[in-house]
């Protein structure tokens, strides 16, 4: 059962860090990519960032960049999203997901296409940055 389980989201101030968890299968983090996107009510979602299978590479959308890191850690089998300087911006519901390698090995569809590139999402959890 390939189910992602977020943790971690939290109400924070504007400017401090935070990371977030997703426990991923070992089988689903070694053969698919697993990413982040975030949704605030009434928008679509976005993706944010996303790791390609066994960790070596990632990608992080341009909106994000400088400012979050996406990591594998294979130990505890869980994909990390380190988010610092936070934003009120960055507040929303913040899902976990796993797709398939896409052309050429890409897995970059599951930051510019999240839901058609996703083939499962985890529950979601919470971020708000208050200013």
């Known amino acids: 059962q390939v189910q992602p389980v977020e943790s971690g989201g939290d109400s924070v101030q504007a400017g401090t860090s935070l990371t977030l968890s997703c426990a991923v299968p070992d089988y689903t983090a070694s053969s698919m990519c697993v990413g982040w996107a975030r949704q605030v009510p009434g928008k679509e979602r976005e993706g944010v960032a996303v790791?390609?299978?066994?960790?070596?590479?990632?990608y992080i959308a341009d909106s994000v960049k400088g400012r979050i890191t996406i990591t594998q850690d294979k130990a505890k089998n869980t994909v990390n999203l380190e988010m610092n300087d936070l934003k009120p911006e960055d507040s929303g519901v913040y899902y976990c997901?796993?797709?398939?390698?896409?052309?050429?090995?890409?897995?970059?569809?599951?930051?510019?296409?999240?839901?058609?590139?996703?083939?499962?999402w985890g529950q979601g959890t919470q971020v708000t940055v208050s200013s």
């Open positions: 790791i390609w299978p066994g960790g070596g590479m990632s």
């Open positions: 997901g796993a797709g398939h390698l896409g052309y050429a090995g890409s897995c970059q569809g599951l930051v510019t296409t999240p839901d058609r590139r996703v083939s499962y």
